[in-house]
């Protein structure tokens, strides 16, 4: 079973930085897709951003110029580093994993981790 453990959320500043790591137990070749998403109160869960297997980066626009996603197949692992955060990026940040063949074929979620940015 495929597990993605998330870490490196918490309570920062507006106008501070946090990096997220996101720790496939796998390759992170098995997936075709890797994400992040996140999920504020009474909200629905929304993509950040993300990286296929092939290196094609995809941003929403409320975090373009503060965000990027990043790759260390080596480690097996994603990280999201945040910049310049606003009180409206507090939500609960998720990993998402896609593969869309082969005996990994399905959609992959971490636990979460939660991140505050308030003064």
């Known amino acids: 079973q495929v597990q993605l453990v998330e870490s490196g959320g918490g309570l920062v500043q507006p106008g501070g930085s946090l990096r997220l790591s996101c720790v496939a137990s796998?390759?992170?070749?098995?997936?075709?897709?890797m994400g992040w998403y996140r999920q504020a109160p009474g909200k629905q869960r929304e993509l950040v951003a993300h990286?296929?297997?092939?290196?094609?980066?995809n941003y929403e626009d409320f975090v373009k110029g503060r965000f990027t996603i990043s790759r260390d197949h080596a480690k097996n692992t994603v990280y999201l580093q945040m910049n310049s955060l606003k009180p409206e990026d507090t939500a609960v940040y998720y990993c998402k994993a896609d593969s869309f063949s082969g005996v990994r074929q399905g959609v992959y979620w971490g636990q979460g981790t939660q991140v505050t940015v308030s003064s």
């Open positions: 990286v296929t297997s092939g290196g094609i980066i």
């Open positions: 796998e390759s992170i070749f098995s997936f075709h897709v």
